[in-house]
């Protein structure tokens, strides 16, 4: 992927979850990865709705001198970003969201069970909250990434959410269904609790999703 299309896809990103209402303002954070050490992300306390693909900032984190090139710093979260990048090999997209009924589940630090099809498919079994830390710290960093393991997206006690995605349309799916699976747990409670999916049939529909829809085409 050349480096004005990754901005491109960032820009149209931020448009997008202003209009799907997942972020509002100048919080959160979206990249994208351009090659094995290179990622296109938002620039630090930007409005999403005034940005042209030219404000996002294009990162290089090929050593632990991380730089970076553009008008714009990159968003304080960018190490997330790069830790997630490292070492998660198959993930070309990062959303970082603040969406109302992710952040309320995050803010009760309650792990979301396999109880919606789509969610076990696209996130995983579980939806786990990372431990509190710190925004911007190697902490919450640590902390994510835990949760994150096995998983494509993870909550962020008291903070908000983070999604992932083999391209931009998968993170963004990805934070949709997120999104749409906090809602139903937390309306859930006031029927007597949501039921839980078998785990085993939740374990085969997530290798399934994975298998079928393994091969996404991305532009190197």
């Known amino acids: 992927m050349d480096v004005p299309e990754s901005q491109k896809i960032v820009c149209d990103a931020g448009k997008r979850l202003i209009q ?77 969201s603040h969406s109302m009924n992710a952040s309320t589940v995050a803010a009760a630090r309650r792990e979301v069970p396999p109880i919606l099809d789509d969610m076990v498919q696209i996130i995983g079994p579980t939806i786990r909250v990372a431990e509190y830390a710190l925004p911007s710290t190697k902490k919450i960093v640590k902390k994510t990434m835990n949760a994150l393991k096995g998983r494509n997206a993870a909550l962020m006690a008291n903070h908000g959410a983070v999604c992932t995605g083999r391209d931009m349309e998968e993170a963004f799916t990805c934070t949709f269904v997120l999104e749409k699976a906090c809602k139903a747990f937390i309306e859930a409670e006031f029927l007597g609790g949501a039921k839980e999916i078998n785990k085993f049939e939740a374990h085969f529909m997530r290798q399934y999703y994975l298998r079928k829809y393994g091969k996404r085409e991305t532009k190197e």
């Open 20 to 96: 799907n209402g997942l972020v509002g303002g100048t919080w959160g954070n979206i990249s994208c990865r351009i090659d094995e050490y290179r990622m296109a992300i938002t620039p630090s306390g930007m409005s999403y709705e005034t940005l042209v693909p030219e404000d996002i900032t294009i990162v290089d984190f090929s050593s632990d001198n991380v730089t970076w090139e553009g008008k714009h710093k990159p968003s304080a979260e960018m190490k997330l970003h790069i830790a997630i990048y490292r070492d998660r090999k198959d993930i070309n997209a990062v959303i970082h």
